[in-house]
């Protein structure tokens, strides 16, 4: 096959070239639409349900809406995860889905449970699935801005104009408006002049939207011809609204006007967003779930500009988050660092193989093998991101291997079969090295096979990665065998080359150097065993976490405030902080903050808790070199502002831990029971164990309990005699408070809501309820027109409740999360799992988990750990087919450790943890430190018959093989070396596995050259 | 005694084991209560950079309560009425309904076949009366020289004081009308004061209410407030220039309302007999009054803190009302004058809760 191959390209060398050409227009073509993004997706097949219940508590809304649709959930097939998170008056259910699972087939599913449940559900509720995005869909932000507008008026431009014109940019699937105040018509009746008149709420409520409708009555026929009829009653404007009958007594008709204040205000406010210390408006744009990120964004700048021009004058869009920049730094830095290594590696070839038309024909193999990747990644929907791409870099020191094998021999043959013909020449070279170069590529994609079978957050990361390099090595191979020899045949001239000097040196050097290791085994025996129990050492010693955290650029820093803050008091306190970060820290342009929820709810924070997102300056601007030290600084200017609790984190970053654990940092220690109390002691319990451990920052405990309720209960002897029933009284008293939507009026191209709403109406201070005394006060009109105040007919008394409840597979759980700094997250875990088990005695029925990115790293390890070894064996039947040797086989894999520990070494001194990249690193090592095994033994094995010592014919085999050995470290480590020393954001995550596959290749390179010939002559002098 | 002393034995140990159960955590409670009391003296530095001011604490003697509906009305019995004497096919009132009247003055024109027969039931009464008092007379010499029998006597008294009686209705209705030659009979004051109409369309028949006359001293607001306010109500706004005092509190409560009456302080309410007004109580409070933003709660109660020179000092008040932008609170100690702090209360909030501690 692989000699067909071969044949048929140097036979039909135009045919290839065209059809290779071709290949490489399509590749171009294939990166220039590849879905370019930062990250590949990570998330799950997810489905959210968001549902809106004003005014009910996370205790009732609980009991009758998340369990309801959690049991109903429960019986979707394939599904992973059924998580849900209940504040006051909103729940969020969250389903993660087996992979694979279509995402088409999971919404639906959920959308014909939900339709089954949602007749049975409380009345009052809205909402329903989130649109159809990933916890990374949040893209792009902006604030609009215009200082002669009011927040009613900024938002009013979002909402109706801006936000309809963006969602027609292909790719979005939402945008999120925060912040400002929604327009309303507020209708205030005044109960004494509805029990003047005896008008109920009910007759009122009935008597707007019944009048607010325009019907569709049917066809009239007249004569040959029909007319359409139609009723028209919609409100026209403010002044129909007020002017709508409600009544008509015997001589009286009254309009709404005559029992009710009608004015433009807005509805309540769940949230609120403040920029650089004032209130603002915010607009999000949430993309399509495996949408092309970066064109999403480009198309929605290119909308803003369009829409731009068409707002009022004055009124800009001030971007302050851009996922593009993110995307754009990170691909640079591998692009930098996949060109960077593209460069050094040509050099060493030309170093090596001393020819400047063998080292152009093996270099355009790699151009040639990107190119191809591409057009595979795209046909297997694979983006273009930080992991994919890194695998390229990855595997850039690898891909020339196969190519560098065939030209070395192709030159060798040339130069000493001048006489035959060319082309024939070439055919037996390929010919020859074809079975070694296949054979070492399959080696390395069974390498790189366990990462495919990575599970969870480590398997959507790093299966790109292992694609890609196995994408790049068969396109490699692919190239090796066709275009290469082809090339060989028209650029390589019959003349010998000439062994580069440095060449000559260092295998006279190494040859040297052998012998005496050869016949003096015991110091590099003695050495390389103290190395190798050194590096178990250091192992050991190794902190080990999941992943190095990506610079994304920007900063946010969650506060938590007190529970029961009011949003006045919460955005306050956030304006306060900007304005002194803003002061103190020149290196931040801007602070958007976002207290409470968002308008689509798919972040249902609490009015004490607040998002501060920081766009930063330039980092050449900055007064610091790391983010590290900026972070202190806004720290330390932060510690002036106490009485909060604050947690650091980034954008994706944050996404991300929520996604992974439901919610922030590093670790989360989850606490599974039912009493609300006994979860609450017991988090407030671990949250204080955790932060007596070195290295704990930002522990926070999701603030359970603290919620305070006023709990309102008929008097049923007293309520009856006035026909009031708890639900009337609900119905009254939430538009006393919280407003009742009952309408719309379209005002333009857009429905304003018509809601009853006292609270911001009022006709006297004293009707407002602003304390527990105005509450037992108030006047309720009773179904029977009488007025009564409140404590009359009702017991009012506080409870208190909890303010949040989040579930996992139907079980309540509190939760603790923490960061982890200056040490490693799993010797954290250790410590704080002893001092739990020591110190907390969780009662019956009560289980703890930890999860977050710990888990992931537990997860990552624990799959590794098996799937490795399973490499391995499949490594040793390669080699026992190769070799037919038990022993022989061995001795490549027994130089294995000696290559992991240099790369054990490398990590300890450049204070890298090991991290799931490390641990990719180390993969890659593997394969090398095989391949070049496979190098040195076979031909070793392939002089056997010389008629030569076993001595000489081990160093000259050693020394012929120096060359080959040298090129496939070198090129894999310099391929490597940009990627140890890039520093722009998504250099982090490659930078361990750069480090490790750099320190294992030294001395994998080391013990390949000396222990291998050693070991090899010690195992033939027995075999002898 | 033994058998007492036996028994007694392990009582006193136990008792004393209780005590010494209770000595114990009386001693660990007071820690608690200590850090309780410390916490309530604050110092200021605690909030950080936060925004600090503070707002001088009012007292205030009244609170706003909730409006509420009175009625322009008299009290029940203050009215005049004037009824028709005798079936009418029409009425015509010549003054508006609520105008006020002067004694003697045309209400209404009353036409219909009885007015003749009115007027000769009037005269025939009048003559009646003279026949029969003639025959009283004439027959009272001979009652007392007993020429007539007792019984005689007293039918012819009868007879006579019937009708004296019947002339004196008839003079009695003949004061609230005025007959002109014609005999056009039209209906007049009896009192000075305002006219009450009380229904147009069936003013017809003989006794059904023409009008009432009510004394302007008379007319009141009455109104009904649910009991809680009954206690504490001071007096009634009706508008910026109108004061209404109370007048009286009726001693029949109506189940959860009670009703009363309150007259103007000026002449410039403009009450209009009949008018549905729009009252803002007043009610008696002895209190403070303190910005809304300065009050937090915590552990189920309201405080606000107190300045007292770098500290703070919690103190606990109970909100009773509010007005726009402040809350009228109680407080166990005198709180007037101190200062109240205003800015970053949740911060402090915050602080006694413990977040942000590490």
């Known amino acids: 096959m692989l000699n067909f191959l071969i044949k048929f390209s140097l036979t039909q060398r135009l045919f290839v070239c065209i059809f290779v050409v071709l290949t490489l227009f399509v590749g171009a073509k294939s990166w220039l639409s590849i879905p370019i993004d930062a990250f590949p997706e990570i998330s799950p097949t997810q489905v959210k349900i968001v549902l809106k219940l004003p005014g009910m508590n996370a205790l009732e809304i609980e009991s009758q809406v998340t369990r309801v649709i959690e049991t109903e959930l429960l019986g979707i097939p394939s599904q992973e995860m059924l998580r849900s998170t209940t504040k006051y008056a909103i729940t969020d259910i969250t389903i993660d889905f087996e992979e694979g699972t279509d995402i088409y087939w999971a919404r639906q599913q959920v959308n014909e449970r939900l339709a089954n449940i949602l007749p049975s559900l409380p009345s009052n509720i809205s909402g329903g699935m989130a649109p159809m995005s990933t916890p990374l869909s949040e893209v792009f932000m902006f604030t609009v801005e215009n200082p002669t507008l009011s927040l009613t008026q900024r938002r009013e431009l979002l909402d109706w104009h801006i936000r309809p014109l963006l969602r027609t940019v292909s790719g979005v699937a939402d945008v999120n408006s925060l912040g400002g105040h929604v327009k309303a018509y507020e209708i205030t009746p005044d109960i004494l002049l509805m029990q003047q008149y005896n008008i109920s709420f009910n007759e009122l409520e009935t008597a707007i939207t019944a009048t607010n409708q325009n019907g569709g009555v049917g066809r009239l026929v007249k004569g040959n011809d029909t007319l359409i009829l139609r009723t028209e009653g919609k409100f026209e404007n403010i002044d129909s609204l007020k002017n709508a009958v409600i009544k008509t007594t015997k001589n009286k008709v009254i309009k709404l006007h005559n029992i009710a204040t009608i004015s433009i205000g807005s509805l309540t406010r769940y949230g609120a967003v403040s920029k650089n210390g004032e209130e603002a408006v915010q607009g999000l744009i949430i993309a399509l779930k495996n949408s092309n990120t970066a064109k999403v964004v480009d198309d929605v700048k290119n909308k803003l500009k369009t829409i731009e021009a068409s707002l009022p004058t004055g009124t800009k869009i001030n971007v302050f988050y851009d996922r593009s920049n993110l995307i754009n730094t990170a691909i640079n830095t591998i692009t930098n660092a996949l060109s960077q290594a593209v460069i050094l590696v040509i050099v060493l070839l030309a170093i090596f193989l001393g020819d400047i038309r063998s080292s152009l024909v093996v270099a355009l193999s790699l151009p040639m093998s990107a190119l191809m990747t591409f057009i595979l990644m795209k046909e297997f929907d694979l983006s273009a991101n930080l992991m994919s791409l890194g695998g390229l870099v990855i595997a850039i020191g690898m891909l020339v291997d196969s190519s560098v094998v065939i030209v070395e021999n192709i030159v060798n043959r040339l130069s000493s079969n001048q006489h035959l013909p060319r082309l024939h020449v070439i055919y037996r070279a390929c010919k020859e090295v074809a079975t070694p170069v296949f054979s070492g590529t399959i080696i390395i994609i069974i390498v790189f096979s366990p990462l495919l079978m990575l599970s969870g957050l480590e398997g959507k990361l790093f299966t790109p990665v292992a694609l890609t390099i196995v994408f790049a090595m068969l396109s490699a191979l692919l190239l090796s065998l066709t275009i290469i020899p082809i090339l060989a045949s028209l650029l390589l001239k019959n003349e010998p080359v000439k062994q580069p000097k440095l060449v000559t040196f260092l295998q006279r050097f190494y040859s040297k150097t052998l012998r005496k290791t050869i016949n003096k085994p015991l110091a590099i025996v003695v050495l390389s065993i103290s190395t190798f129990i050194v590096s178990i050492v250091l192992f050991q010693g190794l902190g080990k976490s999941f992943m190095p955290v990506l610079d994304e650029g920007d900063i946010i820093v969650q506060l938590e405030k007190s529970p029961s803050i009011s949003l006045a008091s919460s955005v306050d306190i956030d304006e306060q902080i900007e304005k002194a970060l803003l002061k103190n820290t020149p290196e931040i342009i801007q602070i958007v903050a976002r207290t409470g929820s968002d308008e689509l709810g798919l972040d249902p924070m609490g009015l004490n808790e607040t998002d501060v997102f920081m766009e930063l300056a330039p980092k050449s601007t900055w007064r610091f070199d790391t983010k590290t030290e900026l972070i202190e600084d806004i720290r330390n200017t932060l510690a002036n502002y106490p009485g909060m609790n604050i947690g650091f984190t980034q954008p994706i970053q944050m996404r991300v831990s929520e996604m992974l654990t439901g919610g922030t940092g590093d670790i989360s220690i989850k606490v599974f029971g039912n009493d609300i109390a006994t979860l609450t002691s017991l988090a407030e319990e671990i949250s204080a164990l955790a932060n007596k451990i070195p290295g704990a920052s930002d522990v926070q405990m999701a603030l359970i309990e603290g919620g305070k309720y006023v709990n309102i209960k008929l008097i049923p002897e007293v309520a009856s005699q006035f026909g009031l029933s708890t639900q009337a009284l609900s119905h009254y008293l939430k538009y006393q408070l919280e407003g009742l939507q009952i309408s719309s009026l379209l005002d333009g191209n857009h429905a304003v809501p018509i809601v009853f709403n006292s609270a911001k109406n009022i006709t006297s201070t004293a009707d407002e309820i602003s304390s527990i005394h105005a509450l037992k006060q108030k006047l309720i009109l009773m179904p029977n027109n009488v007025l009564l105040p409140l404590e009359q007919v009702a017991n009012i008394s506080m409870k208190n409740g909890p303010l949040l409840i989040e579930r996992e597979k139907g079980n309540r759980f509190a939760s603790v999360s923490a960061n982890v700094v200056n040490r490693d997250v799993v010797s954290f875990v250790d410590e704080l799992n002893m001092k739990i088990k020591n110190e907390i005695a969780l009662p019956s029925g009560y289980t703890l988990t930890f999860g977050g990115e710990f888990e992931s790293q537990q997860r990552a390890t624990k799959n590794l750990l098996f799937l490795i070894p399973i490499a391995l064996i499949l490594i040793f039947i390669i080699l026992f087919t190769t070799f037919n040797s038990l022993a022989k086989s061995s001795l490549i894999i027994a130089n294995i450790p000696f290559a992991l520990m240099g790369g054990v070494i490398a990590l300890y001194v450049s204070n890298e943890y090991l991290s799931v990249p490390a641990s990719v690193g180390f993969i890659a090592l593997l394969g090398i430190a095989v391949l070049n095994g496979i190098v040195m033994i076979s031909y070793f094995e392939q002089t056997k018959q010389a008629a030569e010592s076993l001595h000489n014919r081990i160093i000259d085999g050693a020394k012929r093989r120096l060359r080959p050995v040298l090129m496939t470290a070198t090129t894999a480590m310099f391929g490597l070396l940009p990627l140890v020393f890039a520093t722009g954001p998504g250099a982090e995550i490659q930078k361990p596995l750069a480090i490790v596959v750099i320190g294992g290749l030294i001395t994998s390179t080391i013990t390949t050259l000396y222990l291998l010939p050693l070991f090899y002559c010690w195992l033939e002098k027995r075999n002898a | ?358």
């Open chain 2, 1 to 358: 005694m033994p058998f007492l002393l036996l028994k007694k034995t392990p009582n006193v140990f136990t008792h004393n084991f209780v005590i010494l159960c209770l000595f114990f955590i009386t001693l660990c409670q007071i820690p608690s209560v200590f850090a309780f009391e410390k916490k309530e003296t604050i110092e200021l530095s605690v909030l950080g950079d936060f925004e600090i001011s503070f707002s001088t604490i009012e007292k205030e003697a009244f609170i706003v309560g909730q409006n509420l509906i009175g009625e322009v009305t008299y009290k029940p019995g203050e009215n005049y009425s004037v009824v028709l004497p005798f079936d009418v096919q029409k009425v015509t009132y010549h003054i508006k309904n609520g105008s006020y009247v002067e004694q003697g003055e045309t209400i209404a024109t009353v036409e219909g076949y009885d007015v003749h027969h009115f007027l000769d039931e009037f005269e025939s009464a009048k003559i009646i009366l003279e026949a029969s008092e003639n025959h009283f007379q004439t027959n009272k010499a001979y009652f007392e020289n007993k020429t007539i029998k007792s019984t005689q006597w007293i039918e012819i008294t009868k007879s006579y004081f019937e009708a004296k009686l019947n002339f004196e209705h008839f003079q009695h209705q003949m004061s609230f009308l005025h007959i002109d030659k014609n005999e056009k009979i039209t209906l007049i004051s009896p009192k000075n004061g305002i006219v009450k109409i009380a229904n147009f369309q069936n003013i017809k028949s003989e006794g059904d209410l023409a009008f009432d006359v009510i004394n302007t001293d008379s007319v009141q607001v009455k109104i009904t407030t649910p009991l809680s306010y009954a206690t504490n109500l001071s007096h009634f706004i009706m508008s910026s220039s109108c004061e209404l005092e109370i007048n009286s509190f009726e001693s029949i409560v109506d189940k959860y309302h009670q009703t009363v009456w309150a007259s103007p302080k000026s002449e410039q309410c403009k009450l209009t007999l009949g008018q549905s007004v729009k009252l803002t109580p007043i009610l008696n409070f002895d209190g403070y009054k303190v910005p809304k933003s300065s009050i937090f709660e915590l552990n189920d109660k309201d405080y606000i803190a107190i300045k007292s020179e770098n500290t703070v000092s919690l103190i606990s008040i109970l909100i009773v009302g509010a007005n726009n932008k402040e809350y009228y609170v109680t407080a166990k100690q005198d709180i007037s004058n101190k200062k109240a702090l205003v800015s970053s209360v949740s911060i402090l909030q915050g602080k006694l809760l413990e977040l942000g501690v590490e």
